[in-house]
């Protein structure tokens, strides 16, 4: 599964993205990550020349085959989903993209499934995450920013909100 906060100013926040994986107990993987303060065209991944970079949007649509994109359907995501959907199109990499809604409910309230599951031993992170990264977390809400704690959030908020969407891993 992949998950989004999507941002369209380089100077102001991350663009993030997450991708999660499940296994059959119910536990939860982070299995890569993209964040950056960029252009679009980091963001999908995209080379000046169209080729894929290693992380972004295609890239992972790629490496990981998600089987649901849930992105937090903010202004930010609605100004770009048309330009994502048709470089997802002309580079042959489709998946499906479920837009999660961030209205109703301030952040905090958004983070509880997350924050939740953390809480329960149910969330694995990769040794390599980064310290700011680290950091964000740990001092949600108080941190400088918080759009990895809202990528991972819309994730888990999907699983809860549309719970049929979630398909038994393969063991």
């Not at 509880?112 to 977390?137: C, R």
């Amino acid at each position: 599964y992949m998950s989004s906060d999507n941002a369209v100013s380089v100077n102001g926040d991350y663009n993030v993205i997450t991708v999660f994986g499940i296994d059959t107990l119910g536990n939860y993987y982070l299995l890569d990550y993209f964040r950056e303060k960029c252009k679009l065209i980091d963001t999908l991944g995209l080379n000046e020349d169209g080729t894929l970079k290693l992380k972004g949007i295609l890239p992972y649509i790629k490496k990981w085959k998600p089987i649901i994109w849930f992105a937090e359907n903010d202004n930010n995501f609605k100004s770009i989903e048309s330009v994502i959907k048709q470089k997802m199109y002309l580079n042959k990499l489709l998946t499906k993209v479920m837009p999660i809604s961030p209205h109703g409910a301030n952040k905090e309230s958004k983070a509880q499934a997350f924050q939740l599951a953390i809480e329960q031993g149910q969330v694995y992170f990769p040794t390599w995450i980064e310290q700011e990264v680290i950091d964000e977390l740990n001092n949600f809400p108080l941190s400088k920013h918080d759009d990895f704690v809202d990528s991972a959030s819309t994730f888990f908020r999907a699983m809860i909100l549309f719970p049929k969407t979630i398909t038994a891993p393969i063991e």
